[in-house]
T-cell receptor, first 113, second 112 residues
Framework: EAGVAQSPRYKIIEKRQSVAFWCNPISGHATLYWYQQILGQGPKLLIQFQNNGVVDDSQLPKDRFSAERLKGVDSTLKIQPAKLEDSAVYLC???????????FGQGTRLTVV | QQQVKQSPQSLIVQKGGISIINCAYENTAFDYFPWYQQFPGKGPALLIAIRPDVSEKKEGRFTISFNKSAKQFSLHIMDSQPGDSATYFCAASDNYGQNFVFGPGTRLSVLP
């Protein structure tokens, strides 16, 4: 079974630039999560999708972050404009449905300089 | 977002010893409590999980103990091995499958 795929693996941008991350969940998984993990901290939930609908985006900084999951499969997370404090690993996870085991991708390490 | 507290922040154990990591929560709607293991440069991977209807779950060398009344749960790693050296996160989600939150993590080092 293929795992959660994320790209790119690494990204370095200057502050005020924009960046986008892509996630392809495990086939058939209805629930998709985006997490932000700052170095030395636990993952922080940014947004949760159920199919192509948003279930929880209470922690998403909506003035600069946006996410979509068109057709209920792949998802993209965008930051525009980026700030220095956005430097982190952005993790995508998926599960068959909410409330059970979530499988994580390897993440995208973002460095904002 | 409801939090999960985790301790200790770091833990050093001799090979063959027992590693114990503790977590506590406040949200009584939480009903799924997984533990994740993360190696550097990798995403978290599920180790073991428990629901409130049982007080203990064991899988190989890993055991979760759950105390519903105290709103606490812990991970025990028996016969700890150097290969167990990683960061461990407790997590929780509610009975709607929402609020999937993580603790701050425990960095475990098992000395050979």
């Amino acid at each position: 079974e293929a795992g959660v795929a994320q790209s790119p693996r690494y990204k370095i941008i200057e502050k005020r630039q924009s960046v986008a991350f892509w996630c392809n969940p495990i086939s058939g998984h209805a629930t998709l999560y985006w997490y932000q993990q700052i170095l030395g901290q636990g993952p922080k939930l940014l947004i949760q999708f159920q199919n192509n609908g948003v279930v929880d985006d209470s922690q998403l900084p909506k003035d600069r972050f946006s996410a979509e999951r068109l057709k209920g499969v792949d998802s993209t997370l965008k930051i525009q404009p980026a700030k220095l404090e956005d430097s982190a690993v952005y993790l995508c996870a998926s599960s068959l449905f909410a409330g059970i085991e979530a499988f994580f991708g390897q993440g995208t390490r973002l460095t904002v300089v | 977002q409801q939090q999960v507290k985790q301790s200790p922040q770091s833990l050093i154990v001799q090979k063959g010893g027992i590693s114990i990591i503790n977590c506590a929560y406040e949200n009584t709607a939480f009903d799924y409590f997984p533990w994740y293991q993360q190696f550097p440069g990798k995403g978290p991977a599920l180790l073991i999980a428990i629901r409130p209807d049982v007080s203990e779950k064991k899988e190989g060398r890993f055991t979760i103990s759950f105390n519903k009344s105290a709103k606490q749960f812990s991970l025990h790693i028996m016969d700890s091995q150097p290969g167990d050296s990683a960061t461990y996160f407790c997590a929780a989600s509610d009975n709607y499958g929402q609020n999937f939150v993580f603790g701050p993590g425990t960095r475990l080092s098992v000395l050979p």
